[in-house]
């Protein structure tokens, strides 16, 4: 962490300014990679600001390079997207405090406890799993509302059945392949097409102590290619990433596959899609706008 002369640690702000026209789509997709911005919008102003923070100016700047690359591939991106993305210095040590009390240890399921590293938490029952989580300056603590709902799947199933193998598409933070390796998964295998999110699930597994239990990468949906079929498949994506990739997505399902990342006003004509691919729905829950499914393949 760089200090200056008198010795003040520094932290580096990422300002996106955006229209609102455009905020939905990009705090969806933000949001769905564990990535928490700060949102400030005023009444009557056109425009929203978001803000990131990171640890140092190498970080702050290869974030805002993905962010421009992920902006500019929007679809029907246009000059109405109006945006910039500054970086600022603030002091560390009174951003930190303020920052840290919105985060608190959360029990998502009927044993998963979400816990920020810097919470104490006691435990009531030896059946709960305690996922412990340092999310960095920009990476959430898996509190989303359709992260939840991939937990309580995860921990349904693996009360009902054994499931041996797991590939997480879209890992994110890696939270839920830290939840599936204390749940007792051996074979973990998980993706992110964002080498940053890569990065900080790998640090998370470690600092879980399962560094060597699940295979984080770096892969695009679109080119993935597998010849394994897993027991379980998580895709937690945008619904528009998950429509235009089931072909890639079902081929590695040998059983059960979480969908989650969509919208409720979405989640229909998409979930039809993958039935149609040979799945039937076991069970769906909403959570704050979002729709998530469990579903299994049909025996033939």
């Known amino acids: 962490m760089k200090k200056n002369q008198n010795n003040i640690e520094k932290i580096y702000k990422i300002i996106i300014v955006c229209t609102n026209a455009y905020l939905e789509i990009l705090t969806n997709h933000l949001t769905l990679k564990g990535l928490n911005p700060v949102i400030w919008d005023e009444p009557d102003n056109p425009k929203t600001f978001l803000y990131f923070y990171c640890n140092s100016m190498t970080e702050a700047q290869r974030f805002k390079k993905n962010l421009e690359e992920y902006i500019k591939s929007i679809e029907n991106y246009s ?110 295998d998980a993706f992110d097409y964002d080498k940053d999110a890569v990065m900080i699930a790998k640090e998370n597994l470690e600092f879980n102590n399962l560094s060597d239990s699940a ?43 979480f969908l989650s990342g969509i919208l409720e006003k979405e989640y229909k004509e998409l979930a039809k899609k993958f039935m149609r691919c040979g799945f039937y729905q076991y069970k769906t829950i909403v959570i704050d706008e979002w729709q998530s499914g469990w579903f299994t393949r049909i025996n033939k």
């Open 79 to 188: 000059a109405e997207f109006i945006y910039s993305l500054p970086i600022e210095v603030e002091q560390k040590e009174d951003w930190s405090q303020s920052w840290k009390k919105y985060f608190f240890p959360e029990k998502v399921s009927n044993r998963i406890i979400i816990k920020p590293s810097w919470h104490e938490y006691k435990t009531n029952s030896e059946n709960d799993i305690i996922i412990e989580i340092d999310p960095g300056m920009s990476f959430g603590t898996g509190q989303h509302g359709t992260t939840k709902a991939c937990l309580q799947f995860l921990d349904e199933i693996m009360l009902s059945e054994k499931i041996d193998s797991l590939l997480d598409i879209g890992s994110g933070s890696g939270i839920l392949s830290i939840a599936s390796a204390k749940l007792g998964i051996s074979k973990i």
């Open 215 to 257: 295979n984080i990468f770096y892969a695009d949906l679109s080119e993935f290619d597998s010849n394994y079929c897993y027991d379980l498949v998580i895709a937690n994506i945008l619904s528009s990433i998950l429509s235009v990739n089931i072909e890639n997505i079902v081929k590695t399902v040998k059983k059960h596959l």
